[in-house]
């Protein structure tokens, strides 16, 4: 039953989602405001699509600041780049270089206002995230950033990227850490389950701390709900 939701479900949401991506750039001729508006409806698709035929549902522990804020989340699946960035009201999030260079869809993410960033953390790469970061504070927009650098099964608990601490000292904004469970519902390359997805929202860390301190504090907030699994 798992493999035949996760059929469906990838008929219609990816099959919905082909000519939703080949149809932004129309949507982006008439400003950035209107793709992100454009770009939330096509993540309510999946955020239905997952409730509706994959019998996955979401749950919010604690309360979502007002922004801008730096975000700094757990990663287990897909699931949460996108219903995070519908939830948060279209913050910045740092993403990977090789996704912005898909045709169609990475020249939109670029118009949407993503901060690209490059595995091989070179100066030029850091100085180029840097001034994406900037352009999205300018804006009053919140940033995201999945510290660990990519996704990782449920239970694991790698050490963060050096990226982190440069975006936290440069933007100078709160850091919310969100611990995320979902690898358990979505596992990578699996077959998807019925369940509940956990975001939970731990208290804003302040700017401006000794870099150690910043990431012990992130680190233990992102993993929060892989303490309370292992208690």
């Given at each position: 039953?798992?493999?035949?939701?996760?059929?469906?479900?990838?008929?219609?949401?990816?099959?919905?989602?082909?000519?939703?991506?080949?149809?932004?750039?129309?949507?982006?001729?008439?400003?950035?405001?209107?793709?992100?508006?454009?770009?939330?409806?096509?993540?309510?698709?999946?955020?239905?699509?997952?409730?509706?035929?994959?019998?996955?549902?979401?749950?919010?522990?604690?309360?979502?600041?007002?922004?801008?804020?730096?975000?700094?989340?757990?990663?287990?699946?897909?699931?949460?780049?996108?219903?995070?960035?519908?939830?948060?009201?279209?913050?910045?999030?740092?993403?990977?270089?090789?996704?912005?260079?898909?045709?169609?869809?990475?020249?939109?993410?670029?118009?949407?206002?993503?901060?690209?960033?490059?595995?091989?953390?070179?100066?030029?790469?850091?100085?180029?995230?840097?001034?994406?970061?900037?352009?999205?504070?300018?804006?009053?927009?919140?940033?995201?950033?999945?510290?660990?650098?990519?996704?990782?099964?449920?239970?694991?608990?790698?050490?963060?990227?050096?990226?982190?601490?440069?975006?936290?000292?440069?933007?100078?904004?709160?850091?919310?850490?969100?611990?995320?469970?979902?690898?358990?519902?979505?596992?990578?390359?699996?077959?998807?389950?019925?369940?509940?997805?956990?975001?939970?929202?731990?208290?804003?860390?302040?700017?401006?701390?000794?870099?150690?301190?910043?990431?012990?504090?992130?680190?233990?907030?992102?993993?929060?709900?892989?303490r309370a699994d292992q208690s």
């Amino acid at each position: 039953m798992n493999w035949l939701r996760t059929l469906v479900f990838s008929l219609v949401f990816y099959g919905l989602s082909v000519p939703l991506v080949l149809l932004a750039p129309a949507a982006a001729l008439f400003g950035r405001e209107a793709l992100r508006t454009y770009s939330n409806r096509w993540m309510g698709v999946m955020r239905w699509s997952a409730r509706w035929i994959l019998g996955i549902e979401t749950r919010v522990e604690g309360e979502i600041p007002a922004g801008p804020v730096l975000f700094a989340a757990k990663h287990e699946a897909i699931f949460e780049a996108l219903e995070l960035t519908r939830l948060l009201g279209a913050p910045a999030t740092v993403m990977k270089r090789e996704l912005v260079q898909i045709p169609v869809w990475g020249w939109c993410a670029r118009r949407y206002g993503v901060i690209v960033v490059d595995r091989a953390a070179n100066a030029a790469a850091l100085r180029s995230m840097m001034r994406d970061a900037r352009d999205a504070l300018e804006g009053g927009r919140s940033v995201m950033i999945f510290p660990e650098g990519t996704r990782v099964k449920p239970g694991e608990m790698p050490p963060l990227r050096a990226g982190f601490a440069g975006l936290y000292r440069m933007l100078g904004l709160p850091v919310v850490p969100i611990a995320v469970r979902s690898g358990h519902v979505w596992p990578k390359g699996g077959a998807k389950r019925p369940g509940v997805v956990t975001f939970r929202f731990g208290q804003p860390i302040p700017p401006g701390l000794p870099r150690a301190e910043a990431e012990a504090r992130v680190y233990e907030g992102i993993n929060a709900l892989n303490r309370a699994d292992q208690s």
